[in-house]
């Protein structure tokens, strides 16, 4: 029977595979009851009432109950904390001592325990009457509201017109189904294809409107492949069929682009932006499905039009209310506001900032070191080989094939040996094998999820019958760390990191491809309560474990295709099984835009996309444009041709290989983002409206992206293009990456985009550091000298900083850091530290080149002070690594100035 259930399952697999998408696999929102029930609920369906209000803990507390209890509800719970820098806590659950069924499940190990520092205790409240409410000081420029009846909670400005700026069940959609005790002839199932879920305690779904004042978009909500700034999915104009956008996290083969389908990972966090250049935030931390409405302006014909507000329903089928207001109000702040909940992205080890080769699969050792040595033989920089699962023994994770592989740690040690790290694949789905080692272990220590019958839940992955381990135990997933020591991964070495797939995760004869809701984890909680957070703690042992088996020395690097908030703790993600089509290579830009806004930087898409095999064409354009994703990584189906970067001729050889270049060029400048990344959350890859707030033209624009603050890139998406219509904002002036042509700002450009390079530009005013010489991973560039380009504005002014450490180690946090800011002004440049002064790190790196854009000819040479030192200015074409452009502007260069990277000096130009 298992054998024959295997082999359908296989089947079923393998047609996913060679055919696309199947809808009817996967629930709509229809047929999902508690979205059904939400979305069909009128405007001021909600009878909830605020009472008792008081402060208690340093909160504002209140009791929520029906005005007129005809159906006997049980008060619920209300709180409400603020935290310093515009953050408001909202929190609503059932109410512990009239003895629910049993706790609902609040996610733990997301908030970040800093929060707790910001913490402003409540001490009293405010009341107005007219309508009654109760009133507390956020901060000085806002408030937070808690109207009592109906009830409605709502952050607004503390002067001028008090305006609002995100508001809860302000349209009275707010519903909160009660845990219930099953009695006799209950029927409580739901039905979906061939699985029953038992829904032991019924229907526990919540759902509310959430309104963002003074918005023209609202962006956020990963994951789907759509369009950055969300659609209306209910309303008037839209479709009556539209679904609503689904957070629930599903292994889709194949996905579809421009869909609001749910794909491999959950955030709840949703921003809105609008004409006065304002931002505001919504955060829902809660790991059951969830389903999100964008509603079109005029949706409920009573709430009246005018105001430029954008209303959404949220709806999840389980959990509490634990949500988050993010006042803003610039673009930046909601971001830090977030990063303050959930956390800051890690600091990746500098390789992994590089060039990312991977394939399922790598064949064998053989393979891998044709690989290796052909990227040398084509002067082309990589930093990691990947393997994917059949470099196992029949796909039990931490051993090797030993047929293929059978010197993993040789093979690992001569990568490492050019500077090269490998990845190993790590799924959670444990063969169940009872002479797998990991298995036995696992199965005696009791620590698989359980069914609901609560027997080892058995569901079919990769290696057939499997098991899952039960990541939401802190003692689980300590032991699940220690499995990375080098004891127990028999063949790892310090130079091997880990890749964790299919962590939704992923059951192919599941429902929907993934768990049953009613499987049960540790203390009883049911898996439909903790679904979307799983992957996110399998991430988070497996990325502990890397800092276990370093001893706490080495930086992990865990790649993950399941994320939820908080991820960006642990490590890096990518979007999944793209297709080698046009418009998947369009809609990861959107994608990873969204990844960024909602905190998840280090992120990044296949290369040449997953399934199916990209004309030349298409992959070029995808490594062009992927050099700039913060994750640059190319992958392939197993199905699909080989395409390492050589194998279409010289031409496109020659392209990708500047593509990839210019990426290692620019590595100190990803680096010195990344750090921005990991201190402020502000993201690598940014929308143009981040750095351009008031600039309208910019919302909805997701072809172009800005790279930090001082570039834009402009993407090309189609077939035989050889122009871009390039919209660059603000009133300065930018210079053409390639040639230094300057182009002026606040207009559409009709560019060249021949197939050399895409548009790209620096931003007037920045300066930014560069690494100029070819390499053949980061790793050699270790001691190269940098290049300073320093693109200035109108007043002839620009600034731009520098961020380098060790690349590898947790030193830096103590302090181990250069930190440079460098100032062009009045003809001199300064670099000044502005690491704080028990920051120490040296280097001997010199600054050898300094190239100002927009700097008149004229002057010959340059004064270095403290040095008192004359250095040569030479006038020419503008060079980038060994790329010198053909025609364009002459730039002004500074040659060999002899000054050092840590250290304070001027250059004065003579
Ligand atoms: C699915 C992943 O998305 C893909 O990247 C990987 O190659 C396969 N699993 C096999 O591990």
Redesign the pocket.
């Known amino acids: 029977m298992r054998s024959l259930l295997f082999t359908l399952s296989l089947l079923c697999f393998a047609s996913q595979t060679s055919l696309s998408w199947k809808k009817e696999e996967f629930r709509s929102c229809d047929q999902t009851p508690f979205c059904k029930r939400a979305r069909s609920r009128s405007p001021g369906a909600c009878s909830l009432i605020a009472t008792d209000v008081t402060i208690a803990d340093g909160d504002l507390v209140a009791k929520l109950t029906p005005k007129d209890n005809d159906d006997q509800i049980n008060p619920l719970v209300l709180s409400l904390s603020v935290y310093g820098d515009g953050i408001v806590r909202l929190r609503i659950d059932e109410d512990h001592s009239l003895n629910p069924p049993k706790k609902r499940f609040r996610v733990p190990d997301v908030v970040v325990p800093e929060l707790e520092e910001k913490k402003i205790r409540l001490e009293k409240f405010a009341t107005e009457n007219d309508p009654p409410s109760s009133v507390v000081y956020v901060s000085d420029g806002y408030e937070a509201v808690v109207r009592h009846e109906p009830f409605e909670v709502y952050v607004r400005e503390r002067s001028g017109d008090r305006r609002r700026v995100v508001s809860l069940n302000s349209h009275g959609l707010f519903d909160f189904e009660q845990l219930g005790k099953k009695g006799e002839g209950d029927d409580w199932e739901e039905k979906f294809r061939t699985h029953t879920d038992s829904r032991p305690f019924g229907s526990q779904s919540i759902s509310f409107d959430v309104s963002f004042y003074e918005s023209s978009f609202v962006y956020g909500i990963p994951e789907h492949a759509t369009s950055f700034a969300l659609k209306p999915t209910k309303g008037p104009g839209v479709e009556e069929s539209a679904e609503p956008y689904r957070l629930f996290n599903l292994?889709v083969f194949e996905y579809e682009h421009e869909s609001p389908f749910g794909l491999y990972g959950s955030i709840p966090f949703m921003v809105s932006h609008g004409g006065t250049g304002k931002s505001s935030g919504f955060f829902w931390l809660n790991a059951a499905e969830m389903q999100i409405d964008v509603l079109a302006e005029g949706w409920d014909a009573e709430s009246g039009g005018g105001e430029s507000r954008i209303d959404t329903l949220w709806m999840s089928e389980a959990g509490i209310v634990d949500t988050f207001f993010f006042a803003g109000p610039e673009p930046k702040d909601v971001v830090r506001q977030y990063a303050s909940v959930t956390g800051t992205s890690a600091m990746p080890q500098l390789f992994a900032t590089g060039y990312h080769q991977?394939r399922?699969n790598y064949k064998d050792e053989e393979d891998v070191a044709q690989v290796d040595s052909k990227f040398d033989e084509h002067d082309i920089p990589y930093d990691v080989l990947w393997l994917?699962?059949e470099h196992t023994d029949g796909k039990r994770y931490f051993t090797w094939d030993s047929a293929l592989f059978p010197n993993p740690e040789e093979m690992q040690k001569k990568l490492d040996a050019k500077g090269r790290r490998m990845v190993t694949?790590v799924?959670p789905h444990i063969k169940r094998d009872d002479s797998y080692f990991l298995h036995k272990e696992a199965t005696e220590m009791g620590y698989y999820v359980k069914d609901s019958s609560g027997k080892d839940f058995d569901g079919w992955c990769?290696p057939g019958s499997s098991s899952y381990i039960d990541m939401l135990s802190p003692e689980i997933r300590e032991w699940w760390g220690g499995r990375f020591s080098y004891k127990n991964y028999v063949g790892s070495t310090p130079s091997l990191y880990i890749w964790n797939?299919?962590n939704e995760p992923?059951v192919f004869n599941g429902p929907e491809v993934t768990m049953p809701r009613d499987a049960l984890h540790v203390g009883g909680v049911e898996h439909r309560e903790v679904h979307n957070a799983y992957g996110y703690y399998f991430h988070m042992a497996t990325s502990d474990g890397l800092v276990m088996r370093g001893e706490g020395k080495d930086r992990p690097f865990v790649l993950s295709?399941a994320i939820f908030p908080g991820t960006q703790r642990y490590g890096a993600i990518?979007t999944?099984?793209n297709t080698a089509e046009w418009e998947h290579l369009r809609v990861s830009i959107p994608m990873l835009l969204t990844l960024g806004l909602t905190g998840i930087t280090f992120s990044g898409a296949?290369i040449g996309g997953?399934f199916g095999n990209p004309e030349p064409e298409l992959l070029v354009r995808w490594y062009q444009v992927g050099a700039y994703y913060p994750f640059f990584r190319g992958?392939a189906?197993?199905d699909t041709k080989r395409r390492e970067p050589w194998l279409f001729g010289e031409r496109n050889t020659e392209l990708m290989r500047d593509a990839i270049h210019t990426r290692y060029t620019l590595l100190p400048y990803f680096y010195t983002l990344f750090r921005e990344a990991n201190v402020t959350g502000v993201p690598v890859l940014r929308p143009l409206w981040m750095e351009f707030p008031q600039d309208e033209a910019t919302f909805s624009n997701d072809e172009a992206f800005m790279v930090g603050n001082g570039l834009l890139v402009q993407g090309v998406y189609t077939k035989g293009t050889t122009h871009a219509s390039v919209y660059l904002p603000g009133k300065e002036s930018w210079y053409d990456l390639r040639n230094g042509k300057t182009y002026v700002g606040g207009k559409t450009h009709k560019m060249d985009a021949p197939e050399e390079s895409i548009p790209a530009f620096q931003r007037a005013g920045t300066i930014i550091p560069r690494k100029d010489r070819f390499r053949r991973s980061s790793f050699q560039m270790d001691n190269d000298p940098y290049t300073l380009v320093i693109a200035l504005n109108s007043s002839q002014e620009a600034d731009g900083e520098l961020y380098i450490d060790d690349g590898k180690s947790f030193e830096f946090k103590r302090g181990a850091y250069i930190h440079r800011r460098f100032v062009f002004s009045n003809g001199v440049l300064t670099s000044k530290n502005v690491a704080p002064p028990e920051a120490s790190l040296s280097s001997q790196c010199l600054i050898d080149r300094i190239i100002l854009l927009g700097h008149s000819s004229g002057p010959n040479s340059a004064l270095v002070e403290p040095l008192n030192q004359k250095a040569e200015i030479e006038m020419g074409p503008l060079r980038m690594g060994g790329l010198v452009a053909s025609s364009g502007t002459n730039v002004l260069t500074i040659r060999k100035p002899g000054v050092r990277v840590d250290q304070d000096w001027t250059i004065k130009i003579l």
């Open positions: 292994d991977c399922w994917d699962i694949i799924d990769w797939d299919m992923s295709r990518w999944g099984d296949d997953f992958h189906h197993h």
